[in-house]
């Protein structure tokens, strides 16, 4: 596999990031790309917009919301959205956007994150065990809520 990097959301990479492929059964979990890019813009001093790219190619998107003020603590340092390509799904590209997350978390002071997720067959629990998440509560809609200690 080649070397992965993160790029801040740009006119360059913009529609890659937004045509993102997903596989069959996953759309029902992920919000598209489109809705991250519009909240990062209403929200500009809070959004963390960021492509993963695999050579020159955009494989991930991920964004994350830092706001160490929000009423909710569950908000102050979180992803809001993570997309990986269908095929660069299980390379390590979700690992590598939550841990470029994550140490932007730890540099702006935040001692963890975390994610809300929809359960489900197909959605993204078991990813986010497997590196670390622990489930920490539900909202009241039934989505998941997990945290990463940094």
């Known amino acids: 596999m080649s070397e992965l990097r993160l790029e801040e959301l740009s006119a360059s990479?913009?529609?890659?990031?937004?045509?993102?492929?997903?596989?069959?059964?996953?759309?029902?979990?992920?919000?598209?790309v489109s809705h991250s890019i519009a909240e990062a813009y209403v929200n500009p001093a809070t959004a963390w917009p960021r492509v993963v790219l695999e050579d020159d190619e955009v494989v991930g998107f991920i964004m994350g919301n830092f706001d160490p003020?929000?009423?909710e603590d569950i908000f102050r340092g979180c992803i809001w959205r993570m997309n990986v390509a269908a095929d660069a799904q299980g390379h390590g590209v979700g690992r590598f956007a939550v841990h470029a997350l994550a140490d932007e978390a730890r540099s702006r002071g935040f001692d963890r994150?975390?994610?809300?997720?929809?359960?489900?067959e197909?959605?993204?629990?078991?990813?986010?065990?497997?590196i670390?998440?622990?489930?920490?509560?539900?909202?009241?809609?039934?989505e998941t809520i997990a945290a990463l200690a940094l």
Do not use: M, W
Not at 18 to 29: A, H, I, V, Y
Not at 132 to 142: C, K, N
């Open 13 to 32: 990479n913009i529609v890659a990031a937004n045509t993102l492929s997903l596989k069959p059964g996953q759309e029902q979990f992920v919000a598209p």
């Open 69 to 71: 003020d929000a009423q």
């Open 113 to 120: 994150i975390t994610v809300i997720f929809e359960p489900g």
């Open 122 to 130: 197909a959605g993204p629990a078991a990813f986010f065990e497997r």
């Open 132 to 142: 670390g998440f622990e489930v920490i509560g539900e909202t009241p809609y039934g």
